[in-house]
């Protein structure tokens, strides 16, 4: 009898901790939105983005004002800032947009020194463009200034390149960017990934795949197919089930072939 | 011991048996609400919409609890639910949108403004591309309602005043002669001040803060960059200057430098716009050289010093009624600034600055030849406080050394400038001090209404003089994107010292207006669309007037000016930018030599500025300005008296400003063309100035006993210019 009821307890005990853990282990929550996350992403849903953005806005409604819940609120808006911005919806291009330019913010306003949060910043600022064009000094300034901060932070953050790289490979020539200058952003970005360690599981750790995708990209560009496949597989082999590389380089360089 | 079984089974079965909850979410008009956000308040049970609104969920949690829902720019929501374990519940949301807050309102004057803030009224680029502007910032500015530029040079006149009553500011330091190509006529001046290395451009034609002193119209407040934005270099090749200028930022962005080097090259420019060349001796030359040093001590204070110098020469034929040759004049400018700039801890800002400007100027025309220099110098401090959430003050302090010194031959009478003429030598060396003071408030009691109550105090020592001026001006947003703007304010200016020269023991009091203004502002999407108007009053006393009888000059003018500015922009796309300024001016003044109340020396009726630019594809820009204006007021002369003494014609005046020279226009077009040279970004400039040729008059000048009226065309026929710039 005795037995009985410490195994009852024990049942119980571990029920309520579930639920305990369900409300208050953040880690547990933030582990498994963020591998939701990777699968959204992976299989290129906006459905699926919107429903993991939910699973972080619900676990920031319970811890309030954490920076990292707030980082990775802003990335899924800014994905799906560029949703909207395929689908032409410029309405929800600037819905995103300012949401995810808030959400930084709020980011930064607690932890000031977390480099992962200026590199999107740097990224989301472009997007103004898109409904606000006459505003191009404050987007420049207000992306220049980020991507200053980021830097200074931290200037091996593989990120940093990845999306400096993004914003100079689709700068036209005549304004300071192109394939050429693109493609050592890039490289040092996947030079940097090799040695990059997340502080903790929570951390940021996407983009790798994309380096080496993107190095294929330039390679693509240049019309040098031996090159690009080799980056090809190398990003392949960093992440097999990468969406990036299937469904975007790859058939870019099909293309290319042709 | 059963009980407590029954009761550990019980809480068991409640925790295992979860509840559904589901519903839909919906905003305005019941559209589906996909991404909305529904949770348990408390925990982290919940779910998103989907595309349809639907949501569903399930959660161990029972009894009352709170539901919340959320959607990005819509009000949340929260509703109290009473969860009975394994109860379905569906529950429908509808959120409404959220209003858009209301903005706080920005805390300024009726001003102009321009840089790399988001509400600036034009951007810089915007203001190099104005056709006709010729990149020069003054000559852009005069496209703002309030001033005019029937004068086509970069000299300001605001709302009637001579442009010495507009006061321009380089960071905390007053720029007194910012121009090339200055004397005389007002033609051809342009200003040294490059508009890139400015971070804010403010322009305000009245009604402005008690920070600004010893200026009775208009101020135009420049602020530079503390540190230059980055490393490189501009070449600039045009059909009449060259120019090269580079930047240089540290990698710690600790330490940062700039240079710019420039000289006008006027022979091609002249020979293809078909000037006659001999009518210049020499053909009109000028050179600049300045720079900056910026130097970061720490994160939150900055050491920074600007130099400039230029020099120029001009000779132009010119004929007038008692002599005929070439009107020589040469200027030298140097100017100095050195500003350290810090926090004080979070709520503190302090700024002071250092600057030092020599002016030199040489005339030479027939029997007229003299040599002007002025020398100022000033020392300023500026601080700012955050005193309370709502509540800033700004004080400061500053005391500016003034030096005039003039010398040479002048004519005994004005209108006998021939090389015989009866002259006499002059030498006259004036100085003055005058130190200044003020302090305001900024309070805002709400988020939507701004008041600033201030006051300065100014001392000069020369004439031994006290003014104290209060000013006030609020703002209110009434309604979203409307604001009402208002400022009423006492304003001084000591006259200049060559009028205290010639006065009765420098008893001259300073010239003083009584400004009201009151503006009604539309900013529709942050300056998508833009509409403003204003209008002002203002009186004025103690102008200078110069006594009949003694020639001396004295404090007994007095005028005014009234009228209605207004200003729209709409830059709907991206490629299409157009603003119009409109100005309706009334300007009296007995001033000067005017006795009585006679039309302000820039009393300009009417005077409509229309810009447009359009973007034709991502590298290829056109633009297009077209003034028109009432033509200036000049005073005629309606004779002449012979006079055997001298042997030559004493010129008959009619009042004061009392013709007026024919209506003013000019049409001016531009094109860029943004390309890549050598792997490096270039840009190429065609521009055609007063494409329709018109005939604008600036002057009359006549024969030589006063029967013949002759025209003074402007300079400025239909004129081409071609310049290439490449950045490196």
Redesign the interface.
């Known amino acids: 009898m005795k037995t009985m ?1 410490l195994a ?2 024990i ?2 005990l571990t ?2 901790n579930t ?1 305990f853990l ?2 208050d282990d953040y880690t547990d ?1 933030m582990l498994k939105a963020l591998k939701k996350m990777g699968d959204a992403a992976d299989k290129n849903e906006k ?1 699926a983005v ?2 993991v ?3 972080f ?3 920031l ?2 811890k309030k004002n954490e920076w990292m819940v707030n980082y990775y609120l802003g990335m899924l808006d800014y994905m ?1 800032s560029r949703y909207a911005a395929d689908e032409k919806n410029n309405d929800d291009v600037k ?2 947009t ?2 995810a330019i808030s959400l930084l913010d709020k980011c930064t306003d607690v932890n000031d020194q977390f480099a992962d949060a200026y590199v999107l910043k740097m990224a989301v600022q472009g997007n103004r463009w898109q409904y ?7 987007i420049i ?1 207000k992306s ?1 200034e980020a991507k ?1 901060i980021a830097f200074k932070l931290e200037p091996e953050n593989p990120r940093y390149y990845l999306i400096d790289g993004y914003m100079t490979f689709y700068t ?5 960017g192109g394939v050429e200058k693109a493609q050592p952003l890039f490289e040092n970005s996947w030079k940097y990934f090799k040695t990059y360690k997340p502080k903790d599981e929570t951390y940021p750790n996407w983009g790798n795949d994309q380096a080496a995708g993107m190095i294929a990209m330039c390679y693509i560009k240049l019309e040098k197919p031996d090159e690009a496949k080799k980056w090809i597989d190398m990003a392949l082999e960093v992440k097999p089930e990468s969406n990036f590389i299937k469904g975007f380089v790859m058939p870019e360089y099909e293309k290319m072939k042709k | ?1 059963k009980y407590l ?1 029954i009761l ?2 019980l ?2 079965s409640i ?2 048996q979860d509840t559904k909850i589901s519903g839909k979410v919906t905003g305005e008009n019941n559209t589906p609400l ?2 909305a ?3 348990i ?8 919409t ?2 349809t609104g639907y949501y569903e969920f399930e959660t ?1 949690k029972t009894g009352s609890q709170n539901l ?1 829902v ?1 959607y ?2 819509y009000n949340e929501k929260r509703q109290t639910i009473v969860i009975d374990a394994g109860k379905q519940i569906e529950l429908n949301v509808q959120l409404k949108k959220a209003e858009v807050e209301t903005e706080e309102i920005l805390v300024t004057a009726s001003s102009y403004t321009s ?4 509400q600036v009224t034009i ?3 915007e203001i190099v591309r104005i056709p006709g502007s010729d990149g020069d910032l003054f000559r852009a500015i005069t496209t703002f309602p309030g001033s005019n530029q029937v004068d086509e040079g970069s000299r300001i006149t605001v709302r009637g005043g001579d442009a010495n009553e507009v006061l321009t500011i380089l960071d905390q330091a007053s720029l007194y002669n910012p121009f090339i190509f200055d004397d005389d006529f007002n033609t051809s001046s342009y200003t040294t001040i490059n508009p890139w290395g400015l971070r804010g451009i403010n322009f305000s034609s009245g009604g402005f803060s008690a920070k600004f002193g010893n200026v009775l119209s208009a101020v135009l407040d420049l602020k530079t960059y503390e540190m230059p ?1 980055g490393t490189g270099g501009f070449l600039w090749l045009g059909l009449a200057n060259v120019g090269l200028s580079g930047v240089y930022l540290s990698k710690d ?1 600790n330490f940062g430098a700039t240079m710019d080097i420039g000289q006008t090259i006027l022979e091609p420019y002249f020979r293809l716009n078909g000037y006659l060349v001999d009518s210049y001796n020499p053909i009109p030359l000028a050179r600049g050289l300045g720079g900056s040093l910026s130097y970061k001590p720490s994160k939150s204070s900055v050491i920074k010093g600007i130099f400039d110098y230029s020099k120029d020469k001009i000779g132009v034929r010119n004929n007038s009624p008692s002599y005929n040759g070439f009107f020589n004049s040469g200027s030298e400018t140097v100017f100095g600034n050195l500003k350290y700039s810090a926090g004080l801890g979070s709520k503190t800002y302090f700024s002071m600055g250092l600057s030092y400007s020599n002016h030199k100027d040489d005339v030479i025309y027939g029997i007229l030849n003299t040599l002007a220099k002025q020398k100022y110098a000033k020392y300023r401090l500026d601080v700012t406080h955050q005193l309370a959430k709502k509540v800033d003050i700004n004080t400061g302090a500053e005391y500016e050394y003034n030096e005039d010194t003039f010398s040479g031959k002048v004519p005994q009478y004005s209108y006998d400038l021939s090389l015989d003429a009866p002259a006499f030598d002059v030498s006259n060396r004036e100085h003055t001090g005058r130190l200044g003071a003020y302090v305001e408030a900024q309070i805002k009691p709400v988020k939507t209404f701004f008041l600033i109550p201030g006051v300065r105090l100014d001392n000069h020592t020369l004439s031994k003089k006290t003014v104290i001026d209060p000013r006030l001006s609020i703002g209110w947003k009434f309604a979203k994107d409307m604001v009402l703007r208002g400022a009423v304010g006492i304003y001084h200016q000591f006259p200049k010292l060559e009028y205290y020269a010639q006065s009765n023991s420098y008893d001259l009091k300073p010239e003083q207006a009584a400004h009201y203004i009151l503006g009604y502002e539309f900013n529709k ?4 669309f833009l509409f403003r108007v204003e209008g002002y009053y203002k009186e004025y006393k103690d102008l200078v007037l110069r006594d009949k009888n003694t020639f001396l000059y004295t404090s007994g003018g007095k005028g005014y000016a009234k009228g209605i500015d207004v200003f729209l922009k709409s ?1 709907v796309t ?1 490629k299409y ?1 157009t603003w119009i300024s409109y100005a309706y001016t009334d300007s009296k003044r007995s001033q000067y030599d005017a006795v009585t109340q006679s039309p302000a020396n820039y009393d300009i009726t009417h005077n409509l500025t229309f810009v447009a630019s359009y973007n034709v594809t ?2 290829i820009t056109t633009g297009l300005t077209y003034r028109v204006s009432t033509g200036k007021p000049y005073t005629p002369i309606t004779g002449g008296v012979y006079d055997p003494v001298t042997n030559n014609y004493q010129p008959v005046y009619a009042e004061t400003n009392s013709g007026r020279f024919p209506t003013y226009h000019r049409m001016d077009i531009n094109f860029q063309y ?3 040279l050598f792997g490096r ?1 270039a840009i190429a400039v065609f521009q055609i100035n007063n494409l329709l040729n018109n005939k604008n008059l600036y002057d009359y000048t006549y024969n030589y006993d006063y029967t013949k009226q002759i025209e003074i065309v402007t300079t400025n026929k239909r004129q081409f210019y071609l310049g290439l710039g490449l950045q490196f």
């Open positions: 009821i009852i307890l049942a119980v029920t309520l639920t369900k409300a929550a459905a919107l429903k953005r939910g699973d806005e619900r676990i409604q319970l799906l819905k995103y300012e949401s606000e064009p006459n505003k191009m000094n404050d300034a220049t200053d036209p020539e005549n304004f300071g | 011991m079984l550990l089974f809480t068991v925790y295992s996909n991404g956000n529904i949770v308040e408390g925990t982290i049970d919940g779910a998103t989907d595309s161990s919340l959320t990005y720019d840089g790399q803030n988001s951007t810089p680029l934005q962005k999407m942050e300056g998508v830059s991206n930018s991502d590298v943004i390309f890549s970004f």
